[in-house]
């Protein structure tokens, strides 16, 4: 069986991720863009629901930025090597996140021409909206190449427990949703799907993060013949 190396996305995943950092760019442009047309038209006393409008919209498509670029990190991962740039890459969601809505919320609160209720109702919903930006970009558990790694490493000794051939796993190629790979090509969840099949450490380069279907992994360990059951079989 192959031998683990250092992770490395494959050509098609690190298409997929550059499509995705597109996406999340488009998303932040965008919501930048509204943010600018709220703050230079929809900041006024009148124009109070305009503007909860515009920050929900901005909040929304910030979000939705933030959601593409965790993709694509998951599918082609930055290295823990350079630490600043590695924090960058990971939590960029949550920077741009609060970068989206900062300066409307700093014009709002020092602004002269609306009302102290304005400030009080807008202000907070902005504020609001910011903190959920941020907080929705965070990266919990962000992937690396170092991470990737050791988890095919790892995953790749518990399948070889199971006699699992770690040369030739499955995985559905065909959209389907989930980062499962499969020990058979019948496994009632890819059944009649197209599928790829490899390594496991393919299937991370194909997937990003990967585990193994539990049916799957339930069904090797019954068809695996325990050692003490061998030992009493005569010879």
Known sequence: MSETKVFEASPEAKGKAKTFRMYAFAAWIFAM???????IKLISDDKL???????VAI????????????????????SEKNGALFFLQSQLGAFMGVFCLLPMVIMI????????KTKA???????VAMTAAGVSGI???PASIEKYTKEISSQTKTAQGLNI?????YWATDGTKGNKYHAFDDCRYVKGKKLSNGSIQKAFADK???ELCKICAKRAAKSKVPKAAKELVPQ
Do not use: C, H, R, Y
């Open 33 to 39: 863009a509204l943010q600018v047309f709220a703050i």
């Open 109 to 116: 609160f020092t602004s002269n021409s609306i009302s102290g």
């Open 49 to 55: 629901i305009l503007m909860i409008v515009a920050i």
């Open 59 to 78: 909040l929304a498509t910030a979000i939705a930025g933030s959601t593409f670029w965790k993709k694509s990190n998951k599918l082609d991962p930055p």
């Open 165 to 169: 051939n770690t040369d030739n796993v």
């Open 208 to 210: 990003g993060s990967s």
């Open 121 to 127: 109702i807008a202000g907070s919903a902005a504020a």
């Open 139 to 141: 990266e919990f558990d």
